[in-house]
């Protein structure tokens, strides 16, 4: 019996490419489940300190399922730095506008803080429609 921790390399990380279709699926439902693939806490073979994720594309951003409540409820804020530099935008505006940006920050807000969670959330592509550039890496649909 073998009591040796067995530790992922980098150079022994397989990736893969998923496709999620997110029309009528619940935005922090989706943004877990993403989140989950990119950190590849899904395979057997996770190590914390190593971006061992996939990559995923995330079609049809703008027909993602909230509720009418938080539309209007949910704000994002952000400051310029400088004197009234604060702005805000509701979820419903920001939906309107840039579909994609609102599931990325909703992914974005559960990887870490880190360099590594910076590095997971580029291997997360989104979509507004039903198209995408990466039929050649040949994407699996999520389970």
């Given amino acids: ?5 067995y530790s992922l390399r980098e150079g022994e990380i397989d990736r893969q490419w998923f496709v999620v279709d997110a029309t009528d699926q619940t935005l922090g439902r ?5 989140a989950r693939v990119l950190e590849g806490k899904h395979k ?6 190593l971006d061992s994720g996939d990559h ?4 049809n951003a703008k027909r993602i399922a909230v509720s009418r409540d938080k ?17 805000e935008e509701t979820l419903g505006h920001l939906l309107e506008r840039r579909p994609e940006e609102v599931v990325r920050r909703a992914v974005k807000g559960m990887l870490p803080r880190t360099r590594l969670g910076a590095q997971q ?8 429609g039903a198209d995408h550039p990466h039929q050649a890496q040949r994407p699996e649909p999520l389970a």
């Fill in 44 to 49: 057997p073979t996770f190590t914390p300190n």
């Fill in 56 to 59: 995923v594309i995330v079609l």
């Fill in 121 to 128: 959330l580029r291997k997360l592509k989104i979509y507004a």
């Fill in 30 to 34: 989706l943004a877990s489940r993403v």
């Fill in 71 to 87: 539309l209007e409820s949910k704000v994002y804020v952000r400051h310029s730095g400088y004197p009234q530099g604060l702005r």
């Fill in 1 to 5: 019996m073998s009591t040796k921790t």
